[in-house]
Structures are given as structure tokens and as C-alpha cells.
């Protein structure tokens, strides 16, 4: 009798690459979702280990992926490595509502970002006209503040609402949610850089960033890894 121990994303035109230069595979619980808004259907993976790890909510957003853009295989074993994360998530209506209360929260802050922009415009202005403040200098403040926070909650809204669908006032209900396993691999030196074998070997901005960002994370994968941490 087999035993099945889950769907993995089928890696096999990579399996050379990662043998020849000695990266590191860790696979990531993912829970696959199908959903239903109104008459659209979202087909849609969301990581189970790493934004429950960091509390960060947006990585449910970050690295959400569409499901329909990879192959699955059934497996008995991981194929390269043994490495498997412990999903942390394993419900996705909850991964939902996170992301909704999320999307709330950002739009809040993002009406307060521009109410706060204006009343700065306001007295930069004010100073302006009596020759206090360099009317280059308010350009640049004005831009800049725009620059750090509207845009990356504009950006942010923008995925939850247009790639996810979860858009305020909508009902969605859930036709679907499976665990499988989505591979990162790695490349470990001073700093650790991660590579989407899901998408084509590319580098992977975002999970680079939580591994050097987050210690706790990162020394508790190495120690999977077999690294003295």
C-alpha cells in the first residue's frame, strides 16, 4: 500500500540545478483555496508557515500566489530534501479574515496618511508664503511623504482588492482549502537568499527579506538545516 504524504509542486527540471551548486531546499505548507465572489472563482495558495510565524499579516498577501500556475505531483516523499516546515495555518477561512481585517486597517491608515499629508501641505504652504520654509523644499516633502506611506497602502489595498478579490461589502464562500508544498531553496552565506523554484528559479525579494529579517525565523530553519545555531 502507498502512503501519500501530500502534493508537492513537481520541481523535477530543477533537480540538477540544485545538486550541481549545493542549495539548501526547505518546502513551505501552502494552503490551496478556491473561493467564490459573486460570479468570480480565485484560485489561490497562501503560505501556512510564514506570516503566522512573524505575525506579519501582509505576507498572507505577499506571497499568496494563483494555484492554477503550478504543476502537483502526489508523493510519498519530498523529492531533494526532507526539509518540510510545520504548516501553522491550516484553515482557510481564518487566512480570510485576516486579510480582510487587514485590507480595513489599510485603508484607515491610508485616509489618515492623506489627511496628515494635507495638513502638513497646509502649513508647509503657510511657511512658504512668508519665506520661512524653500518652495523646493516643500515639493520634496510633499512628494516624499506621499512616496513612504500612500503608495506601499495604495500598493497593498491594490493586491487584496484586485488580485484576492476581498473587496469591502463582498461575501465569498469556500468551495475548497488543501494543504501542499511549495519549494524555496537557498542559498546560505553571510546572508541568506532565496530562490521561487515555482517561478522559474527566480529570486525571491520577499523571502529574502523575512530570513534577514527575522532571526527567530531564520534560526529556526538553519537548525532544520543541520547549522550550529
Sequence with gaps: MVIILGRFVNIEKYMKRL?????????????????????????????????NFSKMDKLYVLTSR????????????????NVILPPRDKNCKVILEKIIELRESAVEMLEKAKTNRLQRADIDFFLVRFSILPPEEYKKSFKMARDRTE?????LIGLIEEG?????????????????????????????VAYD?????????????????????LNYILDLLGFEV
Design 66 to 81: 494563483k494555484s492554477d500556475l503550478f504543476n502537483f505531483i502526489d508523493l510519498e516523499a519530498p523529492p531533494y530534501s
Design 19 to 51: 545538486k550541481k551548486n549545493n542549495y539548501y531546499l526547505i518546502w513551505i505548507p501552502f494552503l490551496s483555496s478556491r473561493y467564490v465572489i459573486e460570479s468570480s472563482t480565485y484560485n489561490i495558495l497562501f503560505d501556512a508557515f510564514f506570516p
Design 164 to 192: 484576492l478579490g476581498l473587496k469591502a461589502g463582498k461575501d465569498y464562500w469556500i468551495e475548497f482549502c488543501d494543504m501542499i508544498y511549495y519549494p524555496i531553496a537557498l542559498r546560505i552565506s553571510e546572508d541568506v
Design 151 to 155: 503608495i506601499e497602502l495604495s500598493f
Design 197 to 217: 523554484l515555482g517561478r522559474n528559479f527566480a529570486k525571491s525579494d520577499v523571502y529574502t527579506w523575512i530570513l534577514n529579517r527575522n532571526e527567530k525565523i
